[in-house]
């Protein structure tokens, strides 16, 4: 069956780095995108970035363009997120989620990994 | 940037029918999506491509678009729908995802 797993999270320093994983089994991981997303303690789902299929297409939202960074290991089944630059506002819950075939929607979710930047 | 506007909160007995809105401009000429989250729980997809719902969701959940709307209606509301319900887009001008702010659905 399908399955996303994140790890990586924890807490860090404003202004530190910090690399979450996306591992991913069930399906054939180099036919699909895969995106972030977020969700502030008790806040709504804010879309983070995304890589395609083959990594040849990356976006981000604006308010982590420069400072994160989404690639991906098909060797792996793994997408990273690496996070640099860390501020008080990035702290969420992050989930990775797959993108339904060609599609701009997510048919499967992982549980997410808390990251939290505090002093 | 593209916005998607939903109402925060709503409410329906149990066994009516509740509906939750998603506004955006020009709305009609994108998908929309629409995910479930339950508390503590990741995103469930419940409706896809506007009206297309996955297997294993109930026919309860259905969606539909009208001029700059898109609506999720939940048929014979039962205590387990008690969630937060988001929309989403995909915007092709900034190559972003769009989700509205979340809808609380309380069943009373």
């Known amino acids: 069956q399908v399955q996303v797993v994140e790890s990586g999270g924890g807490v860090v320093q404003p202004g530190r780095s910090l690399r979450l994983s996306c591992a991913a089994s069930g399906f054939t991981f180099s036919n699909y995108g895969i995106h972030w997303v977020r969700q502030a303690p008790g806040k709504g789902l804010e879309w983070v970035a995304v890589i395609s299929y083959d990594g040849s297409n990356k976006y981000y939202a604006d308010s982590v363009k420069g400072r994160f960074t989404i690639s991906r290991d098909d060797s792996k089944n793994t997408v990273f997120l690496q996070m640099n630059s860390l501020r008080a506002e990035d702290t969420a819950l992050y989930y990775c989620?797959?993108?339904?075939?060609?599609?701009?929607?997510?048919?499967?979710w992982g549980q997410g990994t808390l990251v939290t930047v505090s002093s | 940037s593209y916005v998607l506007t939903q109402p925060p909160s709503v409410s329906v007995a149990p066994g009516k029918t509740a509906r939750i809105t998603c506004g955006g401009n020009?709305?009609?000429?994108?998908?929309v999506h629409w995910y479930q989250q339950k508390p503590g729980q990741a995103p469930v997809l419940v409706v896809y491509d506007d009206y297309d719902r996955p297997s294993g969701i109930p026919e309860r959940f259905s969606g539909s678009k009208s001029g700059n709307t898109a609506t999720l209606t939940i048929s014979r509301v039962e205590a387990g729908d008690e969630a937060d319900y988001y929309c989403?887009?995909?915007?092709?001008?900034?190559?972003?995802?769009?989700f509205g702010g979340g809808t609380k659905l309380t069943v009373l």
């Open positions: 989620a797959k993108e339904a075939y060609s599609e701009n929607y997510f048919d499967f």
């Open positions: 020009n709305i009609g000429s994108k998908s």
């Open positions: 989403q887009v995909w915007d092709s001008r900034s190559d972003h995802v769009v």
